[in-house]
């Protein structure tokens, strides 16, 4: 569960990271400084990295209700969900 957890947080920050990243290229293409391919391909490696984060996120939450099914707990235990 920390594991996932933590690939969780990872996959936030590449998130977040290349969200910036679109933005600057987007104002460099305003400028025309870049092409329109340049803002395309930052677009599709965000959209890829926001579906590796809900990977992240549903692994994550398997992971719980494994650890809740050990301790025989319901999915929705608040302590188990917290972290």
Request: charged share 20%; net charge neutral; hydrophobic share 45%.
């Amino acid at each position: 569960m920390l594991e996932a957890r933590n690939l969780v947080a990872l996959n936030q920050e590449s998130v977040d990271r290349l969200a910036a990243h679109l933005k600057d290229v987007e104002l460099q293409y305003n400028v025309g400084t870049v092409c329109k391919s340049g803002v395309l391909r930052s677009e599709v490696e965000l959209a890829n990295a926001k579906q590796s984060l809900i990977k992240a996120q549903n692994g994550y939450d398997v992971a719980v209700a494994a650890l809740n099914n050990v301790f025989a707990l319901p999915f929705n235990t608040p302590n188990a969900k917290a972290g």
